[in-house]
């Protein structure tokens, strides 16, 4: 590699991070503000009408909650990148990666657990009467909370990252 080559990725690189600048400065802030709007809407419907006795209604409900968690810890890449803002908080670090982390897992498995609902209410509706409850689906959803609490509860710990610089 000779130096015009090493000059050519330095222009690359900078151009990169001029567009992920602009990306989360402009593009970031229009995501967000959509999907707290989106979310909240979601919310409102989900845990004030007869959808809430659902076991759909329940699952839905809460991937609108750790969607809009899993929205809130992103704008922390939002202020850094796109506004050059630092939070050098060991703590508040730790906390919105655990966070982030568990809330992006459970939005994932509240689709799988919809979808897993939804199948066995297509494939055996008499049978899924009875099973696919309002309370069926807590518990799930709690057991599903407490393995990727688990899974992620390293990243809330002082073992991983260095944040004393």
Not at 29 to 48: A, E, H, K, Q, Y
Request: charged fraction near 10%; aromatic fraction near 12%.
């Amino acid at each position: 590699m000779n130096s015009s080559d090493s000059l050519k990725l330095v222009v690359k690189q900078q151009n990169l991070e001029d567009i992920s600048h602009y990306i989360y400065a402009i593009v970031y802030p229009i995501v967000f503000l959509l999907g707290i709007v989106g979310n909240l809407l979601s919310s409102l419907l989900f845990s004030v009408t007869k959808l809430n006795r659902t076991s759909c209604g329940v699952y839905f409900l809460l991937l609108a909650v750790f969607d809009t968690i899993a929205l809130i810890g992103g704008l922390h890449h939002c202020l850094n990148i796109g506004y050059r803002v630092a939070i050098p908080n060991a703590t508040y670090c730790r906390a919105r990666v655990f966070l982030v982390y568990v809330s992006m897992d459970m939005t994932s498995w509240m689709i799988v657990a919809i979808s897993v609902d939804r199948y066995l209410k297509v494939k055996y509706p008499i049978t899924a009467r009875i099973y696919a409850t309002q309370k069926l689906a807590m518990i799930v959803s709690s057991i599903i909370m407490i393995i990727f609490i688990v899974k992620n509860v390293h990243l809330a710990t002082v073992f991983i990252g260095d944040f004393s610089s």
